[in-house]
């Protein structure tokens, strides 16, 4: 075949500034300007040793063992691969006998003092330093004297243990603690000989991403309870897959063996995780191989539940579905599953006429967030300005926070927020703008014309994270909140933070509200004796409603109660019929993240029980509701969704098969405008309830993981220091936070962090509900705090 | 015994003017904290890291770095020893077990009356007139065993409290420098760029 090329000179692009080519071993390489030889040599799979070098992380060269020659004016070199900048025309060798006896007298210095307890050590068969020891080692040591001990384990946090004698000091998770995460809690301590990672006394590693730590560590210094000896690393099976605890969407591998989930880890997706995984993310894997799993349907008679068949428990929720009144059959929920699933019960819900469905529960926002131009989490950290109009991301969107905080750190983007109360961003925040609940909207237009916000947001790109934060708060203020942004920016772009890891997806596939039907309005109706059937898919108002008072008349209100979950959670024990539902790990599909995202989540075990995917119940109802249905595969609803999904191409599911996966934008069906609300102002004796969310509660997923379980914290209602004066209580004392719902006793704490007038209690600890003062029909609540 | 007291926070925040960054005072702030406690308590490596921006963790590895600042209450008079080549062969072995006697303790612990504490050292510089002691880092050249014994007697009997401070004293006149001298405490968040040696990428 003959080729001819028809490339015109003036058509190339034009030389990158930066672009630096250097000599590997022989090969030319191209890298740009500021890489270091390590990189460049990473992206043409010419392998450095390393145990430091982190590629998310700066550099520090401190384990020596990435030693390299290089070219200098008086003859080779050995320099330090991981500190040492490229440079046009460098020529590098990486396997020279000098470059292979450093390596070698590195891993004979690392190994003078590290035990050899590799057939105990969880690292063991997965581990840098054996690997490399094996590798790039010499097979044997000169070493004979004996090596250090330690006591071992210390437990640094509830998670993390760390076994001192195998650490061989390469700053990897000291650097990620202060870097990456920003919690600073591990250090080197002692020094020379003695050095250590340690934390302060009496603090510990209490980071939400302790975890990685774990992960990146290249030794088995550092191992996490819940796979401390559970399995070898030649036994497990993995799958590429994506986390579905929060709607960031990290990509995980998820890891099995004997049928039993045993670990996670981060992989790294560039446009999203990094390789990072919250511990939530990580851990709450636990609470799938928890023996509390429904594994079986049950029926209600009379008090409790009697096991039954799949066919006589679906009979029984088809007939009910089939005697239904018009207009009375409810789906909520839909957000914990994958987008197949949210498909098909659309599908479902289309079949059967049902006008009421809702895959929030009352604390989000309404579907139409999503028809802005919207953003991506790259975008956002790209440059500019992000506003932060949103609940406390370090708490509900772990790794979000991590990005954030990233590119703030880098310079690259300057956060405006303005909250109710400080957040784990508020100390990254270029201007952190306090508004009490419902003040937000009418705040906005005069504080983003002040001179120098102005010339912030108009000196780049603005992206506005747009979420609910007060759950005491009704959505339409964060509405009015992101539509007064819009207003002054409006060239503004939007990225969702809603709560549940497929809610984008539900949402986008079949399961947002009709006609502004939303879960409010269904509970509502429910609670009236208008609804006939209420399916809660993967759903548990009674627990995440805020307005508690509402979940529980619409749970009873409901005449016949169908729970698909896979847990038996407070409302799935007021169901009728009760479904167990295959959990994550246990089925294929794909999920959607807040950006859209589309990627793949995978079975790697068997269902616990005879637990189903909810596509598959919601198949098996169609068939049973004589409804034409030619779903018998996975495939087969990829198909469809592709077919009748506009932007859910074909493609998008074999491409979400791919680390990255693919970003569609899916238009929901508008739901009908959100009235303003005006809140009225705060009697000056009252305090504004903040209710929100922390990262570990007494959600099901967590309470079932024992290694998170005791991380949720003491209910307490958090006040202003001089408020706490006022209201003439101690510290730790319990107050009476009241109004003229209900009234409910909890300990009361002082935190400055809490504007005066507003009283903060987290959602969902440990101790008495703050939700009984909550109702849906007022748009902010208030309440009075009096010492007993 | 805890965080700095009112009047140290007040020379804290003295010291900490002295740097353009807060955590540059982290180590004047430990020689402080030991000075009001003779050792470094944890509740006062808590209070710097609140006074300087750095969490606790980081405070207490800068300092376990330095032999000289101890985490446990050690004696009034810390008697450091010298035990290297020099003064070991000058009688250093025969002085710290005539110390050992004499007090009725091991090398390394302190006497019950929390006056004295024993120390073995490494070289203080000091090899032409071994052997060597210091006691809280004031010298004491050629001991004998007669002589760390009437130094001893001295110590108990308060003689030499003008010499020789209690531990934890760095000097006996503290220094201070004007508000209008001082550099003055830049916040962290002001600081828009890194000077060139922090900067990895610029070094070569």
């Known amino acids: 075949m003959t080729t001819i090329d028809t490339t015109d000179t003036n058509d190339l692009p034009p030389q990158d500034p930066n672009a630096v080519s250097i000599t590997i071993n022989g090969r030319t390489v191209e890298a740009r ?105 010499a097979g044997e040591s000169r070493f004979v004297e004996e090596k250090r001990h330690y006591e071992k384990p210390i437990p640094i946090s509830d998670l993390v243990f760390l076994d001192r004698e195998r650490c061989i000091l390469c700053d990897r998770c000291t650097r990620f603690a202060d870097e990456v995460a920003g919690d600073p809690l591990i250090s080197f301590t002692q020094r020379g000989n003695n050095t250590q990672i340690m934390t302060f006394p009496d603090e510990p590693f209490a980071s939400y991403f302790s975890g990685n730590t774990v992960q990146i560590c ?33 990509r995980t591998v998820v890891q099995s063996s004997r049928d039993e989930l045993l670990r996670y880890q981060g992989v790294d997706s560039d446009p999203v995780n990094w390789g990072w995984l919250c511990d939530k993310g990580r851990f709450n894997f636990q609470s799938t191989n928890s023996d509390d799993r429904l594994s079986s349907p049950q029926i209600k008679s009379g008090d409790s539940f009697a096991a039954s068949s799949w066919s006589d428990a679906l009979e029984s929720v088809a007939r009910v579905i089939r005697h239904s009144r018009e207009g009375s059959i409810a789906i909520l929920g839909g957000a914990r599953g994958t987008n197949e699933d949210a498909f098909m019960w659309g599908a479902l819900a289309d079949a059967a006429g049902v006008t009421m469905r809702d895959a929030q529960l009352d604390d989000g926002l309404p579907a139409s967030v999503f028809s802005y131009a919207q953003a991506t989490i790259d975008s956002a950290c790209a440059g500019g300005t992000v506003i932060l109009l949103a609940p406390d991301i370090k708490e509900e969107l772990p790794v979000l926070y991590l990005r954030l905080r990233d590119a703030v750190q880098k310079k690259r983007i300057r956060l405006i927020e303005i909250s109710s109360h400080e957040t784990g961003l508020t100390k ?72 549940r890891g497929n809610v984008r997806g539900a949402l986008s596939l079949g399961l947002a509200p009709r006609n502004g039907n ?128 506009p932007g859910f191409g074909s493609t998008t599911t074999a491409v979400a098969i791919k680390r990255d996966g693919v970003v569609v934008s899916v238009t ?87 504007p005066r007038g507003t009283a903060w209690v987290p959602f969902n600890q440990i101790g008495a509900d703050v939700r009984e003062l ?10 009075r705090i009096e010492s007993m | 015994m805890a965080r700095l007291t009112e009047e140290n926070v007040r020379l804290a925040r003295e010291i900490i003017g002295r740097y353009p960054k807060p955590r540059s005072a982290t180590i004047p702030l430990l020689h402080l904290a030991q000075e009001q406690d003779g050792y470094v308590t944890n509740e006062a490596m808590s209070h710097i890291g609140e006074l300087v921006g750095a969490s606790s963790a980081e405070v207490f590895g800068t300092a376990s770095f330095y032999e000289m600042f101890k985490f446990e209450p050690v004696g009034k008079y810390l008697i450091n020893i010298c035990g290297t080549m020099s003064c070991a062969l000058l009688g250093a072995e025969e002085l710290m077990h005539h110390a050992e ?10 006497t019950a009356d929390g006056k004295i504490t024993l120390e073995r050292a490494e070289c203080q510089a000091a090899c032409t007139e071994a052997p060597c002691l210091q006691v809280n880092y004031r010298y004491r050249y050629r001991v004998t065993p007669d002589q760390l014994d009437s130094l001893i007697d001295d110590l108990s009997a308060g003689n030499l409290s003008s010499e020789i401070p209690a531990h934890g004293v760095v000097a006996s006149v503290r220094q201070h420098i004007p508000a209008d001298r001082a550099v003055g405490a830049v916040a962290p968040e002001l600081v828009t760029e890194n000077p060139v040696w922090l900067d990895g990428k610029a070094a070569l």
Not at chain 1, 60 to 87: D, I, L, N
Not at chain 1, 476 to 485: F, G, I, P, Q, R
Not at chain 1, 579 to 600: C, F, H, I, Q
Request: proline share 6%.
């Open chain 1, 33 to 137: 300007k500021g890489d270091f030889i390590i990189a460049a040599a990473d992206s043409v799979d010419e392998y450095i040793p390393r145990f430091c070098y982190h590629p998310r992380m700066s550099s520090v060269g401190m384990c020596r063992q990435c030693m390299v020659e290089v070219e200098g004016p008086r003859g080779p070199m050995m320099v330090v691969s991981c500190m040492t900048p490229v440079a046009d025309g460098q020529v590098v060798r990486t396997d020279t006998p000098q470059v292979k006896r450093a390596q070698e007298g590195m891993i004979e210095l690392l190994l003078a003092n590290h035990p050899l307890d590799c057939p105990v050590c969880d690292k063991g068969g997965e581990c840098p330093l054996q690997d490399q020891a094996f590798s790039h080692g």
């Open chain 1, 218 to 250: 290249p030794v088995g210094a550092l191992t996490a309870s819940p796979y401390r000896f559970k399995a070898r690393p030649w036994d497990l099976e993995q799958r590429e897959s994506t986390c579905t605890t929060c709607s960031v969407g990290c």
């Open chain 1, 428 to 499: 990254y925040a270029w201007k952190s703008i306090r508004a009490e609940s419902g003040t937000a909207a009418g705040a906005i237009p005069a504080l983003l014309v002040q001179a120098d916000i102005a010339a912030q947001l108009a000196s780049g790109p603005v992206v506005v994270v747009a979420g609910r934060a007060n759950l005491a708060e009704s959505a339409s203020h964060s509405m009015d909140a992101l539509t007064a942004v819009l207003a002054v920016v409006p060239s503004a772009s939007v990225l969702p933070v809603l709560r």
């Open chain 1, 518 to 645: 939303d879960a409010a309005t269904i509970l509502e109706a429910s609670a009236k004796g208008n609804v006939d059937c209420l399916i809660l898919l993967g759903a548990d108002p009674l627990s995440d409603v805020a307005d508690v008072d509402l979940a529980r008349r619409g749970i009873a209100g409901a005449k016949f109660v169908v729970a698909i979950d896979t847990f038996l959670t407070a409302s799935a024990s007021h169901a009728d019929v009760v479904l167990p539902a295959a959990a994550y790990g246990e089925k294929d599909g794909t999920t959607m993240n807040l950006e859209g995202r589309v990627t793949s989540v995978v079975q790697k075990i068997t269902p616990h029980g005879t637990s189903r995917a909810d596509w598959m119940i919601a198949v098996e109802l169609m068939t049973l509701l004589g409804h034409e249905s030619n779903f018998t595969t996975l495939a087969d609803i990829q198909h469809a969704m592709s077919a009748a999904v």
């Open chain 1, 668 to 754: 929901p069906p508008s739901s009908a405008p959100s009235a303003t609300s005006v809140a009225g102002p705060r009697n000056s004796y009252e305090f504004r309830l903040d209710l929100s969310r922390k990262l570990f509660d007494r959600a099901i997923g967590t309470i079932t993981s024992p290694s998170l379980a005791n991380l949720a914290s003491e209910a307490n209602v958090f006040i202003h220091p001089l408020d706490l004066d006022r209201v003439g209580a101690a510290e730790g004392t319990n107050v009476r936070v009241s109004n003229s719902h209900s009234s409910i006793v909890l300990p009361v704490r002082a935190l400055s962090s809490i």
């Open chain 1, 774 to 783: 909550v109702r849906r029909n007022e748009s902010i609540v208030d309440v």
């Open chain 2, 101 to 110: 006697e004499r007090l009725g303790i091991k090398m390394g612990s302190t």
